[in-house]
């Protein structure tokens, strides 16, 4: 019974969108603004009605209706918009549910999309219950942290490495290139070894170190290519004005590079929040003379949290994970939603251009 | 030709002192500015080691054990032993004619020391004795008391070593396990330590008989313990056999001499009532055709019983120890007790203090600086092993214990330790501080070479223009030309020491032997290309080869297609939204680029609880359908609710196989195909919304009038987009279609936090590579759990290789490239 309401709904809106399109097209036809001929066509019947008895601005010659409601047209648009919705669905469904669950009072998995009755207290027993607050507060330092150092470290020589023509530029940019291809996870041990030898194991600030030195490579490249956008002539005619490099670099580079400097920022960080193998590997991990798990746990970064609700038999909670994920994932969704122009052409720019 | 050497000689000046050229060039300043770079190199190297000051490798024991009782100590001992001797509580003349070879310089601990070992080795020596002429009956139990007193039957090793090569001495076998199936038994026999751990089974009554796999065999085991027949003076083995889990155990009574007599019976004491368990000490039992001989090595020391007898003098010596620690102002603790038992050891066992001492005494190790000892630790890996030196064999006559004199009772010392482990070199952290300091060495080599250039340069110089550049300029000269490199020195060492420096490090493990839980904190050596080897040596040992292919092939299919369905999935999406028909194409658009804002780590995660197999699809497939449910569906197609039977099913019910009692979406281990395919599935919702964003961009930044040209042709849609759509997607993101490949090849995220690895992770008959496992998630799996570091490095080094192929091919065609 269920199947036949859900395939019932999908249809309606399969068709309502075509209806809308329909009118949108016929409004465009007629001379009007097509998306306002769409937003009409969201009202059922009228909006179609409205359509074809509105009053025409243009001349319309026999048959120019015909493209947009011939039999095969139709056909094509109610395919779109079946495939539009179908993907709409298959976006939606794990976020509803994810949504759904953080408000679902069982301890089990939750098995339905959205809780028949309302439950906020997966919110109210995370902080109370697991150690969220720390891990929030571990992975935010965290994140400052190799933010402010990341820049710190990386906008110098991105200016030189952009500007500057010297022995041994290209063997270096080939070299951090090498780097790069490296699986992550190379590093690891010796990481873990570097942090053992120097006490830092278990110490979430400690890793700033790592953040701040793995992305340092990448960076490198990133601002080149912002920097190698900008003319080279406003430097030359600055340098023929007298000025010395670091006067060039603080006064004209500077201000101008801090788009990409902010977008270096932003990705430093984010990234500790997302990261798992770095903290669980160096921070999940029991200090001599130190017993028990809670110790243990009060050294955890966010995902290393998250991903112990789900995976550890012993404190398995899947809804107050989802509660947890969303705390985590909400204002990073917006922030990607907000700046997504900027975000996808900015990759694209960088893998392009250089 | 003669000026030329004398720039030479200037350079070489500069190669033994950095500076000393320029000096020579009359450029002080600037040999100042060198001098400073080779000061430092010194003073780091000098101030790291121990060059000028003694070294004591005891000190190191000291600090991981106690330290030794002070020479006072010893002598008090004296004094209290004359005292108790004037009012004839004590007489040792043998303690007292060796204190009279060694008092003119006043009685020291390492004297003390010895004699005591002394004095305990004489007590006890290492022979072969008839077990039978030992044998002294008490109570209900028999066991033998080696009293340390000799018999005519005994053998003496060093001195009936003749006697003892002519008997033909069998070891019995004891305590291990027995595996059993139609009257063969085999017994286990495990080699080896870690990886080259080999099991194998030996048939107990034919050696050359071995197999490998004991599936269907009942287990027994043999605890080795020996019984005495009383009547019959015959001597047996017991072994135990567990019937079932919960129920009985049966008991096997072996003639030691001739197997073929034997008891069996349910219950050890009632059953065969002559029958005493034999206590030995400190021994291994032998049996020469027939007889019984028992050889006492006193330093092997076994659960029940201790090794050493205990003699007079060392009661007397431990009752002190006791009687001092008891004392209120006593500042001795249970450290500095076995401390004092090592030395004893030590002392008992000479070879191993001079192990100890040599060892623990390496120059490179001990006493040189930070450069000269990084090279070392690279080139060596260090050459001391940890040990464990374990010292129980000396409880019987030293461990202090409770006693009674003059009426007031001394509780005997706790916290004493049976053994205590030393630790060695550590080869990890030797090969981290090495690289360290052959990366730092590589700053200063490079100012030394500076050093050297610029004293002949300048000398050149002068001799052609017979003007030195003054000091002032030069360094205004390099600041301008070095703003560069200063600008980029902070960056170059924190890639140097955070980037550089690890992926060295991994890059060596993979030529090491570093692997096993103990190599963490012990030796490992370089072992060559060896473990590259492995990777095409099939049928040895844990099957790296044949899982590194398994897992290389389907990283290299998930790769390919999961790159596939995410850039053609993006590009028809975003051919859709932009088709005419479509109104709200923002709305579209930013309903469908949702999965790419949101982190991957959550949706990876919230993946795996969705098709988790008490989940959400399989709850929802439970439920509905069109008349029958789904579930009721794929169980009357034999593909669910059926044990896997390769036998009985069909080839389409093999193949789509979907589990037993639910879906197993990402556990199925009969059809592991199906999940890899779910998995691919799966990563487009997590990958296709990033491309369809990129391509609805650069489609709508297309140039309208060449559509609008193509029209005029009489160009169809799908023209337009074979020529037009398509070619303009392609050129701009074919650059990140092929990033989207390493990206995937790498992609431990999906792997990982959806499905663990699979079914199988960790198992090591598939090497812990599980069935959704690629070799990124495989390597960590190695690394972090299972600590296989170096295969995991040869692992990581091949991913590399393809990855950097791919990518330098790909970066080789940016114009970014093309340009510098």
New interface residues.
């Given amino acids: 019974m ?2 036949y309401t ?1 395939i019932g709904i999908f249809l309606a809106i399969v068709l309502w969108f075509t209806h ?2 329909i009118s ?2 016929i409004f465009e036809k007629k001379g009007y603004n ?2 306002f ?2 937003i009409i ?1 969201l009202i059922p019947v009228f909006g179609l009605i409205k359509a074809f008895t509105i009053e025409s601005k243009k001349e319309l010659h026999k048959g120019a209706f015909r493209s947009i409601i011939g039999f095969k047209e139709i056909l ?2 109610i395919l ?2 079946g ?2 919705t179908l ?2 669905g ?3 469904f ?2 509803l ?2 949504v759904g ?1 953080s408000f679902t009072n069982t301890s ?6 959205w809780p028949p009755v309302m439950y906020f207290q997966n919110y109210t027993k995370l902080f109370a219950e697991t150690k969220f607050l720390i891990w929030y507060k571990n992975t935010f330092i965290i994140a400052v942290l190799s933010m402010t150092l990341g820049v710190i ?2 906008t ?2 991105g ?3 952009a500007r ?1 023509k ?1 022995k041994g ?2 063997a ?2 080939m070299g ?16 873990f ?2 942090f ?2 120097f006490g830092l194991l278990g110490k979430p600030t400690a890793l700033t ?2 953040y ?3 992305s ?2 990448g960076n ?1 490249w990133l601002i ?2 912002y920097l ?1 956008q900008i003319p080279k002539d406003l430097d030359e005619s600055a340098m023929l004005d007298g000025a010395s ?2 006067q060039i ?1 603080f006064k004209i580079i500077l201000p101008l590079s801090v788009p990409i400097l902010s977008f270096v920022a932003v990705g430093q960080f984010m990234a500790p ?2 990261d ?2 770095l903290p ?2 160096l921070l999940d991990v029991q200090l001599a003379g130190e017993v028990g798990t809670d110790i243990v746990s009060k050294q955890w970064t966010l ?1 290393v949290g ?2 112990s609700m ?2 550890n038999p012993q404190t398995t909670s ?1 809804t107050m ?2 509660a947890g ?1 969303l705390i ?2 909400v204002p ?3 922030l ?2 907000l700046f ?2 900027y975000l ?2 900015g ?2 720019a960088g ?4 | 030709m003669e000026k030329k050497t004398k720039h030479v000689l200037k350079a070489i000046a500069s190669v033994f002192i950095p500076g000393l050229g320029q000096i020579f060039n009359k450029q002080f300043l600037k040999a100042l500015f060198f001098f400073v770079f080779f000061a430092a190199f010194l003073t780091i190297e000098l101030s790291s080691g121990q060059y000028f000051s003694e070294f004591d490798p005891y000190d190191k024991l000291t600090e991981e054990t106690g330290a030794l009782f002070t020479d006072d100590f010893a002598k008090n001992f004296y004094q209290m032993y004359q005292f108790q001797k004037s009012i004839g509580e004590i007489n040792l003349p043998e303690f007292e004619a060796y204190y009279a070879t060694v008092s003119s310089n006043g009685f020291t601990m390492r004297e003390l020391i010895d004699y005591t070992a002394q004095d305990i080795l004489l007590a006890s020596t290492p022979r072969y004795f008839l077990l039978i002429d030992d044998l002294v009956i008490s109570g209900s139990k028999a066991s033998t008391s080696d009293t340390g007193e000799i018999n005519d039957t005994d053998l003496i090793i060093g001195e009936d070593d003749a006697a003892i090569e002519a008997k033909e001495f069998l070891s019995i076998i004891t305590g291990v396990s027995i595996f059993e199936k139609n009257d063969k038994e085999y017994y286990r026999i495990i080699t080896g330590e870690g990886e080259s751990r080999l099991v194998y089974y030996v048939n107990v009554n034919e050696p050359s008989d071995i197999i490998y796999d004991v599936t269907g065999y009942n287990v027994s085991t043999r605890t080795g313990s020996l019984y005495l027949e009383q009547s019959t003076g015959k001597i047996y083995v017991r072994s135990t056999k567990q019937l079932s889990v919960l129920e009985t155990v049966e008991y096997r009574y072996t003639n030691v001499a001739d197997s073929a007599d034997y008891y069996v019976t349910a219950d050890s004491l009632s059953t065969i009532a002559t029958f005493k368990s034999l206590v030995i000490k400190g021994a291994v039992v032998y049996d020469n055709e027939g007889t019984i001989y028992v050889k006492y090595m006193p330093e092997l020391s076994y659960q029940m019983v201790n090794g050493y007898n205990k003699t007079p003098f060392s009661e007397y010596l431990r009752n002190y120890i006791t009687k001092r620690f008891r004392v209120s102002t006593s500042s001795y603790n249970s450290t500095n007790y076995n401390r004092f038992l090592i030395e004893v050891y030590f002392s008992v066992h000479p070879e191993l203090r001079n192990e100890f001492e040599s060892n623990f005494y390496n120059f490179f190790n001990d006493r040189a600086g930070f450069f000269v000892k990084g090279v070392w630790a690279i080139i060596t890996l260090g050459t001391t092993e940890k040990v464990t030196y374990n010292y129980k064999s000396l409880h019987d006559p030293l461990k202090s214990v409770t006693f009674t004199e003059d009426g007031i009772q001394y509780a005997g010392v706790s916290g004493i330790l049976d053994e205590t482990p030393l630790l060695g070199h550590v080869s ?2 030797l ?3 090495g690289l360290i300091s052959t990366l730092l060495m590589a700053y200063f080599i490079f100012a030394w070479i500076w050093a050297v250039r610029d004293a002949y340069r300048t000398s050149l110089k002068y001799s052609q223009t017979k003007v030195y550049v003054s000091d002032k300029e030069w360094f205004l000269e390099v600041y ?2 070095g ?3 200063i ?2 020195l ?3 060492f ?2 140097t ?11 060596l ?1 993979a030529f090491s032997s ?1 692997s096993g839980f103990d190599s963490d904190t012990g030796l490992f050596s370089w072992v060559g290309f060896y473990n590259f080897t492995r990777i095409f040596t099939f049928g040895e040992g844990i099957p790296f080869a044949e899982t590194f292919w398994k897992v290389f092939v389907w990283t290299a299919i998930w790769a390919v297609f999961s790159t596939a369905t995410v850039f053609f999935g993006g590009m028809f ?1 975003a051919l ?2 932009s ?6 194409k923002k709305f ?1 658009r ?14 990876q ?6 098709f ?1 197999e ?3 699809i399989n ?1 929802i497939l439970k ?4 008349g029958r449910t789904f579930y009721e569906v794929f169980q009357d197609w034999g593909i669910l609710g059926v044990g896997y039977n390769p036998q009985t099913m069909t080839f389409l019910q093999k193949i789509f196989y979907l589990g037993f009692d639910d879906i197993q979406w990402f556990t199925n281990a009969n059809n592991i195909w199906f999940v890899r395919i779910i998995l691919i599935v799966v990563n487009i ?1 997590l990958g296709a ?2 491309f369809m ?2 391509m609805t ?2 489609m709508t930044s297309i140039d309208r009038t060449l559509y609008e040209a193509a029209d005029i042709d009489g160009a169809s849609k799908s023209q337009k987009f074979r020529f037009i759509t398509f070619p303009l997607i392609m050129y ?2 074919a ?2 279609l092929v ?1 989207a490949f ?1 990206g995937n090849f ?1 992609n ?2 999906v792997i990982y ?1 959806i499905t ?1 690895g699979g079914t199988g992770a960790g198992d090591i008959d598939t090497a812990f590579a599980g069935s959704t496992d690629i070799l ?1 998630s495989w ?2 799996t190695l ?2 759990s299972k600590k296989v ?1 170096n295969m ?2 040869v692992f ?1 080094i091949f ?2 290789l393809i ?2 192929s791919v ?2 091919w790909n ?1 080789s065609q ?4 093309k ?2």
């Fill in positions: 269920m199947l859900i809308s399109s949108g097209q097509k998306t001929g769409s066509g094509m648009k779109t918009f495939q539009l993907a709409a298959v976006v939606l794990p976020i549910y994810l669950s089990e998995l939750p098995n339905t999309l470290f990386i110098g020589a200016y030189v490495f500057f010297f530029k290209k270096g940019l951090i290139l090498v780097l790069q291809v490296f699986p992550s996870f190379m590093g690891l041990v010796a990481m070894t570097l053992q030898v170190i790592l701040v030195g793995g340092v490579p490198i080149k290519g190698s490099k670091s670099f929040w997302m798992y193998m669980k590997y995902a998250l991903f789900i995976s899947y994970f989802a994920a985590v994932a990073i969704t917006i990607y939603m997504q122009r996808i052409e990759i694209t893998a392009t251009k250089g | 990890s952290y090969l981290i501080l301008s030309h703003f560069e490199y600008m980029i902070p960056a170059l924190v890639i020491f955070i980037s550089i420096m690890p992926i060295l490090f991994g890059f493990i570093y999406q859709v939204i088709s005419d028909r479509v109104p709200f579209w930013t309903l469908l680029i949702l999965p790419w804002a949101v982190p991957a780590l959550i949706s995660m919230a993946f795996s609880i969705i988790s008490k989940g959400i709850s439920n509905i359908g069109f919702w919304p990033y964003a990129l961009s650069i701009s993101t650059p990140l990033m390493s790498n431990f995220g936090f663990q990124i390597m960590y690394t972090v570091y995991a490095s990581s991913i590399f990855v950097g990518a330098a970066y940016t114009k970014a490239f340009e510098d």
